[in-house]
């Protein structure tokens, strides 16, 4: 018999703030976030060097200045090594600096989010039914539910709405308007996979394995 897997999604934000730019790509005002890369730039015996920021949307970069035409030899060593070696600590202390600097702002929806993901109970069974749980440490304001279900199964959000007005998400509380409501700790939603044609990969998704196998008992659906 096809069986229910347990899963719990542990949410947290690297709250880092984000410039707001026109981006050239979308032709707009678009947030900004550190992509926790550098790009280092020689020229002759003078460096520069730059964190490198993508478009929350396209992922049409920003290099953000760390220093220009500095001397190699007045480079800390130890900065240097930082810059070449793509030091996520470096990244992140440079990515909240934002000293002198104006166009920035928490993010609104595109704030910086991570799932980590972890199985609380097995199952024997082939699985047809998620049930995950929402944790977060800290809070996280105004996350949308929708949001944060297109993160943690790797789809749209427009094809989380698809699954919901398709019977296939059910919520505690159960209405399906807790999608555009702010995700709340303790958050729990249902995932009906039994006949999806892409179950296998939404379960990989959700769980964070790729290992557990997935009900086949239904007709693949559109």
């Known amino acids: 018999m096809p069986g229910t897997l347990c899963i719990t999604w542990t949410i947290t934000s690297s709250a880092s703030p984000m410039p707001i730019l026109t981006c050239a790509r979308c ?11 550098f ?6 015996k003078r460096l520069d060097a730059w964190l490198i920021y ?23 060593p130890a900065l240097l090594d930082a810059l070449q070696r793509n030091d996520p600590g470096f990244a992140t202390k440079t990515a ?3 000293t002198g600097i104006k166009r920035w702002e928490s993010g609104g929806d595109h704030i910086g989010l991570s799932v980590a993901k972890a199985v609380a109970s097995t199952c024997k069974a082939d ?3 998620l049930e995950i749980t929402m944790r977060m ?3 996280v304001p105004s996350i949308r539910c929708d949001k944060v279900l297109a993160l943690g199964l790797g789809v749209s959000r427009s094809a989380v709405d698809k699954l919901a007005r398709g019977g296939r998400l ?6 399906t308007t807790a ?12 995932l009906t996979l039994d006949g999806l044609v892409n179950a296998a990969l939404l379960l990989a998704a959700a769980s964070g394995q790729s290992d557990i196998p997935v009900s086949a008992a239904s007709a693949p659906l559109d």
């Open 170 to 175: 059910a919520f505690e509380p159960g209405a």
């Open 179 to 190: 999608l555009a409501r702010p995700l709340r700790d303790g958050q729990r939603v249902w």
């Open 127 to 129: 699985v047809a039914l």
């Open 96 to 98: 909240l600096d934002v």
């Open 137 to 139: 440490p800290s809070p």
């Open 39 to 44: 790009r280092l730039n020689a020229n002759g």
């Open 27 to 37: 032709d707009t005002r678009r947030a900004f976030a550190s992509s926790g890369r």
């Open 54 to 76: 993508r478009c929350t949307v396209c992922d049409q970069t920003w290099n953000r200045t760390i220093f220009e035409r500095r001397a190699r030899n007045t480079v800390d």
